[in-house]
């Protein structure tokens, strides 16, 4: 009996305990002092037991189980979170060494893996500040590896990323392999529009978790999606190097929307005060944001086609910029051939 209340009591003391971290986290595990949860129809159940270290088996297994989280005690998640910040700093700063496929997909996927901790903590400045170190560096090194952007954007496509954390960095990777293949922007200037587009969206931050997937959102919840921009503006002003300029690229990165909602619904083409005012680099910011958006599936909806999502961006951007909007198309042409 006592021993059926004591594992009564343990059972429902374990949410105050427990902690969330990505399941892909786990491959930065060393070995763990306790075991590793995950919540199946209401109930943590332990599915890595205490004292080993996560084998690869272990956790394609829970990502084909379709868990995207793991609970663990609190001291298993800090040392989890201090190995993947290591092994971050580690990678973004010796990306030309070695292999650099193997390099760049690596650095990409903890950097994607580290953007969930800075939305847990978007306060937290080391945070922000590795993040845009880290991420200022590999836009060097995409820079300097052009050959390797679609297989880059092909595989973080393919990892089981929530779409809040794989939609920056595929729309921020397409933008900058597009600049770079107009060669109308200078490499400086392509690596701070790839930083702006980047941190756009850490506003979500401030959006509960169990939003993001509903199908239907109250007007407040609706309210609160359309304030993310200004909410990762003010989370970013002061905080990192990046001009007035860029920070107002963010703030507005949604002007398009309204655009888009009225050709969705049939209705005649409005330019707004706000649209006259955007350049193109606003404008390409904006338009990667959407394409990505349009074509990745979401829990409520299929994504498009890339030619049905084309036609929207078509006009929303060829009267305006004509010939950007052809070299957009041949480069995702050229982009997606494979
Ligand atoms: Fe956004």
Redesign the pocket.
């Known amino acids: 009996m006592t021993l059926v209340i004591d594992s009564y009591i343990h059972h429902h003391k374990l949410p105050l305990k427990l902690k969330s971290i990505l399941v892909g986290e786990l491959f930065l595990a060393r070995k763990l002092k306790y075991p590793v949860y995950v919540l199946s129809e209401g109930l943590f159940t332990p599915v890595i037991g205490e004292g080993s270290v996560p084998t690869k088996e272990q956790i394609t297994t829970l990502i084909k189980g379709l868990y995207r989280e793991v609970f663990l005690y609190q001291e298993d998640v800090e040392s989890i979170k201090s190995n993947l910040e290591s092994a971050l700093i580690k990678i973004t700063r010796s990306l030309s060494v070695g292999d650099p496929a193997e390099n760049g997909n690596k650095g990409i996927k903890l950097l994607t893996l580290n953007l969930n901790n800075l939305y847990d903590n978007p306060h937290r400045d080391e945070l922000l500040i590795q993040q845009f170190q880290s991420t200022q560096n590999l836009s060097k090194f995409l820079l300097e590896n052009k050959k390797l952007h679609s297989q880059f954007f092909k595989n973080l496509g393919q990892e089981s990323f929530h779409f809040t954390l794989a939609q920056p960095m595929l729309s921020s990777m397409l933008l900058l392999s597009f600049l770079q293949t107009t060669h109308l922007f200078h490499e400086r200037e392509i690596e701070n529009l790839f930083m702006t587009s980047y941190l756009?969206?850490i506003?979500?931050s401030m959006i509960p978790d169990d939003k993001y997937d509903a199908k239907n959102l109250s007007e407040k919840d609706r309210q609160l999606f359309t304030n993310?921009?200004d909410f990762?503006f003010g989370l970013l002003e002061g905080r990192i190097p990046l001009s007035k300029t860029h920070l107002n690229i963010i703030k507005n990165?949604?002007f398009l929307n309204d655009h888009i909602k009225a050709i969705i619904s049939g209705q005649k083409r409005i330019q707004t005060q706000d649209e006259m005012i955007m350049g193109l680099e606003s404008t390409l910011v904006a338009v990667f944001?959407i394409l990505v958006a349009m074509t990745s599936d979401r829990p409520y909806r299929q994504g498009l086609t890339l030619y049905q999502g084309l036609e929207v961006i078509k006009k929303i951007m060829a009267d305006d910029y004509p010939q950007e909007f052809k070299a957009l198309v041949a480069f995702l042409r050229h982009f997606f051939k494979n």
Do not use: E, I, P, R
Request: glycine share 10%.
């Open positions: 756009k969206d506003g979500f993310h921009a990762s990165h949604h944001d």
